[in-house]
């Protein structure tokens, strides 16, 4: 069963509450909701994190624990994924989103995203940014989702299959 795989990786409740940054949360924390395995929180859990991921923002651990906290969403899962942006990660992203948002918007005058120039030119090219992250973290927010859910729900016929064989 993935439950069974998933608790193996993720962090448990009480590592979880010792990060410094999420005590904002205080008792919202002890909701059982937040914690639980099913299929439809871990699967709405993908879809806040990838969607946050996506987000050109500082603080995206806050934004996607309190998403999972209002939604009844896995928490653990929701926090993890945000990792998907890193350093690393950040600039090829950043620069896909940035270019997405300048097919949708059509700038007049667009400027060339430049990492060494772009806090400079950040409100000239804030609104293509956001616009395209708004559209790549949507799609690949829905894309994971969908793929978790087949996932998911293979996983489960699969093992039930194999049990009834023996």
Known sequence: MPRKKLKKFLPTHEKIKEQKILKIFGSFLNKSEIWS???KKVVFGVFIGIFVACLPMPLQMVLASFLAIFFNANLPISFILIFISNPLTMPP????E???????????????????????NFGNIALSL???ALVVGIFSAVTCTILVNF?????????RKNSQLN
Not at 101 to 109: C, D, M
């Open 37 to 39: 395995l099913s299929r």
């Open 93 to 96: 992203l950043f620069y896909f």
């Open 98 to 120: 940035y270019q997405i948002g300048k097919l949708i918007i059509q700038p007049e005058n667009p400027i060339e995203f430049d990492f060494d120039s772009m806090y400079d």
């Open 130 to 132: 956001w616009s395209g």
């Open 151 to 159: 996932f998911w729900i293979y996983t489960v016929k699969k093992d």
